[in-house]
């Protein structure tokens, strides 16, 4: 205990009980500052407005990535398209499949219209996981379902810019 600079202390009184005592000296240890995950990275959200398009924007913005907001998917092809058109790419698409009927199916057109389409994140309810094979088919390089944390948005989004084939990306085929 010396060694550490502590001290261990026992009173005892018979038919009163015991009494430990102890001091241990310990600095408190800094955390490594890590880069945030989507620091520097622009990121093109294609959701309604709303409370949860509010959510997922400061979640991002906290992470250091910067957000551009499209409400459709003709607004999200012209904002792809300036962006290409500025060499200002995006990293990362994350897209709400509640925002068209089939977004799948406008996911595929929407990477036939720009010449080079960022990895995208699509958001998906619960009972949607039956569909994760035309998620896949479609380009999609990861889904989150709803609800989701920040923390599994963190993660999918590290995993996927990395480059990294993981548990939480889908693994291209060959």
Known sequence: MEAFDSSLDLKSEQGKGALFQFSIEA???KEPKQKASLQDRNVLLLKESGIESNILTKQ????GGTVVAARNFQEAQAKLAASEAADELFDLIVLDAKLVGD???AYKNLSKAVRALPPSIVLIEPRDR???KQIKKAGFKSYLVRPFRALSLERVAQDILSGEKTKSAFVQDP
């Open 60 to 63: 991002i913005i906290e992470r």
């Open 130 to 132: 039956s569909r994760l």
């Open 27 to 29: 600095a408190i240890a």
């Open 103 to 105: 977004a799948f199916e």
